[in-house]
């Protein structure tokens, strides 16, 4: 897919609703379409955060192992969403796995390409922020909700 291409999926995805256009350059040039099948690892726990997703079609499961038990899936994500915050915060580690439930296609954004924009555009990296700052809290609902429902029972 062309430059240009990936700015059109870009634009569309809802993650990026609004986005001025030049920050949606900016993105684009940290872009690239990736592909995986089912059960393939987009990363695991503990492995260098280096980018993030922007979902196109097909679900994630975001999943903790448990000794004892197993893998326990916390929440799965899906078109139209994106995929990972690890990449902004020091050390930069995932603190789940990532395993594509079936067909994945997405938009996979270099962090380090952001990192480094953001730095330079503050008005840029703000702007990543507060549009993450969202993930961030349903993510951390989705868990919270998760471990309820695990001592529940």
Request: aromatic fraction near 12%; include cysteine.
């Amino acid at each position: 897919m062309s430059v240009q291409g990936l700015d059109v999926v870009l634009k569309e995805h809802p993650f990026l609703e609004g986005l001025d256009h030049e920050y949606l350059k900016l993105l684009t040039g940290c872009a690239k379409n990736v592909r995986y099948g089912v059960g393939e690892y987009l990363w695991r726990e503990g492995q260098a955060a280096d980018n993030f997703y922007l979902i196109r079609a097909g679900q994630v499961a975001l999943e903790i192992y448990i000794p004892q038990r197993g893998e326990l899936r916390i929440e799965t994500v899906g078109e139209g969403e994106v995929l990972g915050w690890s990449w902004m915060l020091r050390p930069y580690k995932w603190h789940f796995d990532a395993r594509a439930v079936g067909d994945v296609r997405a938009i996979e954004i270099d962090a380090r390409c952001i990192r480094n924009k953001a730095q330079e555009d503050k008005a840029f990296g703000y702007e990543v922020l507060m549009r993450f700052s969202g993930v961030m809290q349903e993510r951390l609902e989705a868990t919270r909700l998760r471990v309820l429902d695990l001592y529940s029972k």
